[in-house]
């Protein structure tokens, strides 16, 4: 597993973890805070990644914690 943290574009900063599923997914869960107050979790699913250099897909995995959590705000 494989910690991840941020802050989103609407301010709200995130802690989370991913893994490898299989070969070519991952799976993650990330928590949703702003000035330390628990605001929400998400988690998701990213498919077909099968020979994404792990920088890559460390940058998959934030871009899909952001989509998550602005898309439903």
Do not use: C
Not at 36 to 55: D, K, Q, S, T, Y
Request: net charge negative; proline share 1%.
């Amino acid at each position: 597993m494989t910690s991840i943290s941020g802050k989103t574009t609407n301010g709200f900063t995130y802690e989370g973890d991913y893994e490898h599923a299989s070969a070519d997914r991952v799976t993650w869960a990330a928590t949703y805070r702003r000035s330390g107050v628990f605001f929400g979790m998400r988690h998701g699913r990213i498919n077909e990644l099968m020979g994404v250099p792990a920088g890559e897909v460390n940058e998959a995995v934030q871009d899909d914690i952001e989509l998550a959590w602005v898309q439903s705000s």
